[in-house]
């Protein structure tokens, strides 16, 4: 499935929660941007980005891949990578589409 999935895919649900459950909690990640990379002038799927911020402070997923879950989009098995920190203390994750 992930093959199919384009910029256009997650374009409607900027602004959503995507869910990540694990052994302890789940953790909500908004989807607040996503990108359209550089055109490849191959006949390739078009390069894309997604930005979410996380919703704790106190848990940070490294570079892996993760199950999100979202009401309309189902379960995506996406590679995500920490990117930083926001204000209140929260992680930013990209997601990265090539």
């Keep these: 499935m992930l093959d199919t999935l384009t910029i256009a895919s997650f374009e409607p649900h900027v602004g959503t929660g995507f869910t990540i459950h694990t052994d302890d909690?789940?953790?909500?990640?908004?989807?607040v941007q996503a990108d359209r990379g550089k055109?490849?002038?191959k006949d390739l799927r078009e390069s894309f980005s997604?930005?979410?911020n996380g919703s704790s402070n106190d848990?940070?997923?490294?570079?892996?891949?993760?199950?999100?879950?979202?009401?309309?989009?189902g379960?995506?098995?996406i590679m995500i990578s920490p990117i930083g920190r926001n204000d209140d203390?929260?992680?930013?994750y990209e997601a990265v589409f090539n």
């Design 25 to 31: 909690r789940d953790e909500v990640l908004t989807l």
């Design 39 to 41: 055109p490849s002038g």
């Design 50 to 52: 997604l930005v979410f």
């Design 59 to 73: 848990l940070m997923f490294h570079s892996q891949m993760v199950m999100l879950s979202h009401p309309d989009m």
């Design 75 to 77: 379960d995506l098995g």
């Design 89 to 92: 203390g929260t992680y930013r």
